[in-house]
Structure formats: structure tokens, C-alpha cells
């Protein structure tokens, strides 16, 4: 098993670029999540979904778009790039919709928006 | 929504010392709280959790305490050892219920320093 992937590891954009994250997992897991990471703020959630075709808003998600077409993948669009948005961006796992208890993370994106 | 506050967002000890962090939550409905070890330039893991049904739970070195009256929970390390060194994050989640799903919210970090 790979667990979570995210792709790609480092980025830099201009204002008003826009650009997608990937990110998979090979675990079967029903629940995948994005945060972004910022110093001092610990993780914040920007959008979850529960299984392929749903989807629903986190704490922070004016700027991004998500879709769930598979199971396995679920990217991060950013529609217009500002410099706000530079973070560390992860996505997660976790086995139950429900609950979801014992989040496995990728590696993270860092993303710094010029 | 849920608030999860955690303290403190430095602490630094000599190897062998115990530490402690300390964390509270808002939502009282909340009843499932992880505790999260990020190592530089890596994603977050799992390291223990407790459900609210418990007051306590250990894993070796660490453990975790409840406290569901007061609204918060700790972490202790007992025996830190340098490669314990990292950033360290609380969370609080409720289950799904009615037309909502099971969110997890987290303190802000604690950067945790190991010296020998």
C-alpha cells in the first residue's frame, strides 16, 4: 500500500493562476479531507467528502473547489491563486464516513502563491 | 462549530524529563480526541486517541487523559528521548448525526524540543 499520495510536492504560482492538487489513496477509505497548515493555526479543513459524488465545506473554503469521481482520488482546485493561500496543504484518509477516527496524512503540498 | 485551543505552542526539556500538553474543546457533543505527532517535512500521525467514554489511556511512553466535566484533555510523555522532538496537535471530533458527517477540528501545535 502507498497510503497517501499528493502530488505535487512543491509549487509556486502567480496571482490568478489556478491550479489543482492531487491527491489518492489505495486503502478503500470512504472519508478523504483537505487542510491547509499555517503557522500558529494548526490544521484547518477546507473540504471532506464522504464517498465518491459528495462533497461538503470545511472551515476555510472560499478560494477552493473539490469532486470526489472515484473513491480513490480526490483533488483540490484553486480557481484564482492569491497570495493568502500560500500554506501546506494535506489531504487525509480514514476508513469511516461516519466518524472519521484515525486519519492517515500524505505528505503535504507547499504552495506558495507570488 | 467545535474550538479546540491547546497549550503550550513551545515547550522544550532535557531528555528523560516528562512533558505535558494540555488542550480543551467547546462542543460538548465531542467524543473522540487524537493526539497527532508531525516530524519536519512530513504529514501528521496518529499517535493515540481516547474515546469519551474513558478517563485514560496509555501506550508505553505516552498517554492521554479526559477530563469531560472541565472540557479537556492532556497529553503526557514521560521519559522524553530527542527523537520525541516535533510538533504535536490535538484534535476533537464528533461522530455524524442527522444531516452532518463526522468532522475533526484541531488545536494550533505544540513544538515540542527533546535536549540531551
Known amino acids: 500500500n502507498a497510503g497517501v499520495t499528493q502530488t505535487p510536492k512543491f509549487q509556486v504560482l502567480k496571482t490568478g493562476q489556478s491550479m489543482t492538487l492531487q491527491c489518492a489513496q489505495d486503502m478503500n477509505h470512504e472519508y478523504m479531507s483537505w487542510y491547509r497548515q499555517d503557522p500558529g493555526m494548526g490544521l484547518r479543513l477546507i473540504h471532506y467528502s464522504v464517498g465518491a459524488g459528495i462533497t461538503d465545506q470545511g472551515e476555510v473554503p472560499n478560494g477552493y473547489n473539490v469532486s470526489r469521481s472515484t473513491t480513490e482520488d480526490f483533488p483540490l482546485r484553486l480557481l484564482s491563486a492569491a497570495p493568502s493561500q500560500t500554506s501546506v496543504y494535506f489531504c487525509?484518509?480514514?476508513?469511516?464516513?461516519?466518524?472519521?477516527?484515525?486519519?492517515?496524512f500524505g505528505p503535504g503540498t507547499r504552495l506558495l502563491v507570488l | 462549530g467545535e474550538n479546540v485551543e491547546q497549550h503550550p505552542s513551545t515547550l522544550s526539556v532535557q531528555e528523560g524529563d516528562s512533558a505535558v500538553i494540555k488542550c480543551t474543546y467547546s462542543d460538548s457533543a465531542s467524543n473522540y480526541f487524537p493526539w497527532y505527532k508531525q516530524e519536519l517535512g512530513k504529514g501528521p500521525q496518529l499517535i493515540i486517541d481516547?474515546?469519551?467514554?474513558?478517563g485514560e489511556k496509555k501506550d508505553q511512553r505516552i498517554a492521554v487523559t479526559l477530563n469531560k466535566t472541565a472540557k479537556h484533555f492532556s497529553l503526557h510523555i514521560t521519559e522524553t528521548q530527542p527523537e520525541d522532538s516535533a510538533v504535536y496537535f490535538c484534535?476533537?471530533?464528533?461522530?455524524?448525526?442527522?444531516?452532518?458527517?463526522?468532522?475533526?477540528?484541531f488545536g494550533q501545535g505544540t513544538i515540542l524540543t527533546v535536549h540531551p
Open positions: 487525509a484518509s480514514s476508513y469511516s464516513k461516519l466518524a472519521p477516527e484515525t486519519q492517515y
Open positions: 481516547i474515546r469519551s467514554n474513558v
Open positions: 484534535a476533537a471530533s464528533t461522530n455524524a448525526g442527522g444531516t452532518s458527517y463526522g468532522k475533526l477540528t
